[in-house]
């Protein structure tokens, strides 16, 4: 059974920092690309940043220099860095994986990321 576990969430003021983290049961971690989503209130689910398999990166025009995404294979984990914290950053967060041999996609439940003014 395939599990991706979203942890770090939680409420910041504006400015601060968050580190969310997602760890993966059920798949062959190191051959899947992964990602974090978010969805704000009455939005669609955008992507904020992923990780491919061989570590090449990519991030949304809005998280650019404020957020870091990694990953450890051996711990099976991807971790998002978010700092300098905006209001508009809140959403639910929700981990992503896809299978680069199988073509196959998983989510986690997300977790949610309240930023205050």
């Known amino acids: 059974q395939v599990k991706l576990v979203e942890s770090g969430g939680g409420l910041v003021q504006a400015g601060g920092s968050l580190r969310l983290s997602c760890r993966a049961t059920?798949?062959?971690?190191?051959?899947?690309?992964m990602g974090w989503y978010r969805e704000a209130p009455g939005k669609q689910r955008e992507l904020v940043a992923s990780?491919?398999?061989?570590?090449?990166?990519t991030y949304a025009d809005s998280v650019k220099g404020r957020f870091a995404i990694s990953r450890d294979n051996a711990k099976r984990t991807v971790d998002l860095r978010m700092n300098s914290l905006k209001p508009e950053d809140t959403g639910v967060y929700f981990c992503?994986?896809?299978?680069?041999?199988?073509?196959?996609?998983?989510w986690g439940q997300g977790t949610q990321v309240t930023v205050s003014s």
């Open positions: 992503y994986a896809y299978g680069t041999t199988t073509r196959r996609d998983y």
């Open positions: 059920g798949i062959i971690f190191s051959l899947n690309n």
């Open positions: 990780i491919e398999t061989l570590g090449g990166t």
